[in-house]
T-cell receptor, first 114, second 112 residues
């Protein structure tokens, strides 16, 4: 089975621009979660999608949004980029929504905002 | 504000030594997971513990979930260079499903 794939792997943007990141979960997985990883804050939960519906949302401003398609692929969008948005954005997929679920992470998209 | 605090933050040891990493919180978790992350990669799940007091062993790694489900520890016996990486604990709070709160991370370097 192919793992979680994220595109692009690297991205450079300037302040004020917007960006869209893509995540393809493992085949058959219906839950996709997004995380932001920075040296200062570590891994922080952005949101989770399951069956095309946002189920949970972390404490991030409204500039961060996402969606999930019927094939479980997910995108996240960040509008009006700020320098502090520079981070590794990780996507994780799971087959279900249980607390003992295994999350499978992709390699991440490294976003640099100049 | 981090819900889960890990200690130590950095650890550099010689091959063959033992070590313990701690993950502490004032919150109760319905489950706790440990991950290892290597540079340029996403975290990889090592273990999930769900019952207070639970102990799980994975070869040279021993994981323990505190009785009150607020803390956990990871013990590595006879560390090897291949154990080098960033170790992360992550807790799930019902009824949030797949919303996990990650710890601050412990960067481990095992010197041959």
């Amino acid at each position: 089975k192919a793992g979680v794939t994220q595109t692009p792997r690297y991205l450079i943007k300037t302040r004020g621009q917007q960006v869209t990141l893509s995540c393809s979960p493992i085949s058959g997985h219906r839950s996709v979660s997004w995380y932001q990883q920075t040296p200062g804050q570590g891994l922080q939960f952005l949101f989770e999608y399951f069956s095309e519906t946002q189920r949970n949302k972390g404490n991030f401003p409204g500039r961060f949004s996402g969606r999930q398609f019927s094939n479980s692929r997910s995108e996240m969008n960040v509008s009006t980029l700020e320098l502090g948005d520079s981070a590794l954005y990780l996507c994780a997929s799971s087959p279900f929504r249980r607390v003992d679920n295994e999350q499978f992470f992709g390699p991440g998209t490294r976003l640099t905002v100049l | 504000t981090q819900l889960l605090e890990q200690s130590p933050q950095f650890l550099s040891i010689q091959e063959g030594e033992n070590l313990t990493v701690y993950c502490n919180s004032s919150s109760v978790f319905s489950s706790l997971q440990w991950y290892r992350q290597e540079p340029g990669e996403g975290p990889v799940l090592l273990v999930t513990v769900v019952t207070g007091g639970e102990v799980k062993k994975l070869k040279r790694l021993t994981f323990q979930f505190g009785d009150a489900r607020k803390d956990s520890s990871l013990h590595i016996t006879a560390a090897q260079p291949g154990d080098t990486g960033l170790y992360l604990c992550a807790g799930a709070v019902l009824p949030s499903g797949n919303q996990f709160y990650f710890g601050t991370g412990t960067s481990l370097t095992v010197i041959p």
